[in-house]
């Protein structure tokens, strides 16, 4: 589903102009704007049938606007410095997503174990006291 179904526009999400243009960030400028002309023509809705035609005009929409945050080399300083700076922030949440995951699964774990030691423990005191 895209932004535009979602009823988002592109200030309320962040752009991965990137991956929209199937380029690394590493893409020279004549990189890119093969990219963006290859994908326009591809998607481009004049060229697309008359049922896909509101879709095709969001993707055109979606790879413009990515291309338009790439393509100036200034704009493109300022906005690889957002996207490495969202890059580590999503890296971050995912590494403490993980230590939490592990947490929970330990602290399961300990349970269960604490839980069998209990039964285990019980049984032994009630054939201690017999």
């Known amino acids: 589903m ?3 179904e979602r009823g988002e526009t592109t200030h309320d999400r962040f752009v991965d102009a990137y991956a929209t243009l199937g380029v690394g960030p ?3 400028q004549a990189e890119l704007r093969a ?11 004049d060229l697309v049938p008359p049922a896909q035609r509101a879709a095709a005009t969001r993707r055109v929409q979606e790879i413009n606007v ?4 790439v393509r ?15 890059r580590a922030a999503a890296l971050a949440r995912a ?36």
Do not use: I, K, M
């Not at 990515?66 to 945050?69: C, K, V």
């Not at 200034?74 to 996207?83: I, T």
């Open 35 to 45: 990219a963006h002309r290859a994908l326009v023509r591809r998607h481009h809705p």
């Open 95 to 130: 590494v403490t997503q993980r230590v939490d995951e592990a947490d929970q699964a330990a602290a399961h774990r300990y349970e269960r174990l604490v839980r069998s030691a209990g039964r285990w423990a019980g049984r032994w005191w009630q054939r201690a006291e017999r």
């Open 2 to 4: 895209s932004a535009g």
């Open 26 to 28: 590493e893409a020279t």
């Open 72 to 86: 100036d080399p200034a704009h493109r300083e300022r906005y690889d410095e957002v996207w490495h700076a969202r």
């Open 66 to 69: 990515a291309y338009g945050l």
